[in-house]
């Protein structure tokens, strides 16, 4: 007899990925369980990056910022574990090594 187990909890929530002016350059997914991001922004590079080191900050719904262990995947991809529960993250920005926002999304609850 085969016993079936429940999938996990991944309530999915997307939004687009947007560069200074409201340039929309990708899209952000982040999955609640496992906390699992996704971001997809092959546009990024030409929304006034000035080359160098990037990486990515997340925001919670308690005001919380935590830097991102990512993995690149290539040109403007990066997926990662989250240190904590996805349906807590409202806001994910993508900065250069002086932490300016190169590109970020905005999450709904």
């Known amino acids: 007899t085969r016993r079936h187990t429940a999938a996990p909890d991944r309530g999915l929530r997307a939004a687009p990925m947007v560069a200074a002016g409201g340039r929309a350059v990708g899209q952000a ?3 609640d369980r496992p906390g699992t991001l996704i971001v997809s922004a092959p546009d990024w590079a030409r929304s006034g990056w000035r080359g160098g080191e990037v990486y990515v900050r997340i925001t919670t719904a308690n005001g919380a910022t935590a830097r991102v ?5 290539g040109n403007g991809a990066w997926v990662a574990s989250l240190p904590v529960d996805g349906a807590s993250v409202r806001r994910i920005a993508v900065l250069d ?13």
Request: net charge neutral; hydrophobic share 50%; aromatic share 4%.
């Open 97 to 109: 090594d002086r932490g300016w926002v190169v590109c970020e999304a905005r999450l709904p609850a």
């Open 29 to 31: 997914v982040v999955a």
């Open 69 to 73: 262990d990512t993995t690149r995947l």
